[in-house]
């Protein structure tokens, strides 16, 4: 295997290997479900079965993304003017050519690492074009394998390279094979998925996280991180990296919750939560979520179900409407991210929630 850090999906896996031992793999497959599953670690692992992924030096290549048979298509922005005979990889000003060949770097060190430009809607026709250009070419041994991360950008917002993917995969040639990534493949023209054979990549399992990260000791709040990112492997691992404070978040979250119930002045509360939704709305997004545990929690208690998440030393509370003040959090939040204007958004928020604790 390239990877050593893998959660392998064994009956997906499986099922591919025969598919390649008996020589019927499909010239077209969708890796498809939710984020941080592995569904881009697979399609490489695939690509290194269908070329010699057992003899060193090819091994080293794959590794690097120099393999001359593996081919990787992503979302691109237009930094530079192109025309239809220009290389996709000539729209990228010299520092996104650096910052890709980073990001392919760390995605061979782990798999749920993404390869990714913030800036980029969709995926180049010119992307589409370099396929053409290459497709009869003849190889020595292997199988050409064209890899499409976030598949569904063929397709929007506009289909022109979706069509022309369409017409290769009507016929493609021998010995190639195209997989398409997507987390929504309810984007992708029906067309192209009539001709690809459908892999679904379910959530992975909580007891299977825990135990790749079982010699993390450091890890903490693993079952909160969890739940947070609804079992992402990407998303964990991301919010690890980081300098998110999870304890603060929590505490934070807690004096919340804690202030409404005990109505206090809660306007430092808010003050500090319309910061960190102007400084960072990463961290702002976990936190709300963090907020919403807290007050299901305090659910759970009212109702002798100390099963909690964060709460879990409480034996105790109020009998208050916390389901209504969840659903009261995340109507802001989405309003939020429609631009509504936060230092409003939060004061009605918190001024809702203390209407409702005490009507």
């Known amino acids: 295997m390239i990877y050593n850090n893998l959660i392998i999906n064994e009956k997906i896996w499986s099922e591919l290997e025969a598919m390649v031992k008996n020589q019927k793999l499909p010239h077209a497959l969708l890796f498809h479900g939710p984020d941080g599953t592995g ?5 490489i692992e695939l690509a290194a079965l269908l070329n010699n992924h057992t003899e060193p030096n090819q091994v080293a290549k794959i590794k690097k993304f120099q393999h001359p048979n593996i081919n990787l298509i992503i979302p691109m922005p237009r930094e530079k003017n192109i025309n239809k005979k220009s290389s996709s990889f000539d729209c990228l000003s010299e520092k996104s050519l650096e910052h890709l060949i980073e990001m392919k770097k760390n995605k061979m060190q782990s798999p749920y690492q993404n390869i990714n430009f913030d800036k980029a809607s969709s995926i180049l026709i010119n992307s589409i074009r370099d396929i053409k250009k290459n497709l009869h070419f003849s190889i020595d041994n292997g199988s050409v394998v064209h890899i499409i991360f976030e598949a569904e950008k063929l397709c929007s917002p506009k289909t022109e390279p979706g069509n022309a993917l369409l017409k290769i995969l009507e016929e493609p040639p021998k010995n190639t094979f195209f997989i ?11 067309t192209i998925l009539s001709r690809c054979c459908d892999f679904y990549f379910p959530r992975i399992i909580n ?5 790749y990260f079982e010699n993390e000791p450091k890890i903490q709040n693993l079952d909160l991180l969890i739940n947070i990112t609804n079992g992402s492997m990407r998303q964990i691992n991301s919010i690890i990296d ?3 404070k999870i304890e603060e978040l929590i505490k934070d979250a807690k004096n919340i919750a804690g202030t409404l119930m005990k109505n206090n002045n809660w306007q430092p509360n808010y003050k500090k939560a319309e910061q960190l939704f102007k400084a960072d709305k990463q961290t702002f997004k976990i936190f709300i979520k963090i907020l919403i545990f807290v007050l299901n929690d305090l659910e759970k208690i009212k109702n002798k179900n100390f099963d909690c998440l964060i709460l879990k030393d409480v034996k105790k509370t109020k009998v208050l409407d916390y389901n209504a003040c969840v659903e009261i959090v995340e109507k802001t939040y989405q309003n939020l991210y429609k631009n509504l204007n936060p230092s409003i958004g939060l004061a009605s928020m918190l001024i809702e929630m203390k209407k409702i604790l005490f009507k």
């Open 39 to 43: 569904k881009e670690a697979h399609a």
């Open 180 to 190: 398409l990534i997507a987390s929504n493949k309810d984007k992708l023209l029906d």
């Open 207 to 211: 007891k299977k996280i825990k135990n």
């Open 242 to 244: 980081s300098e998110i």
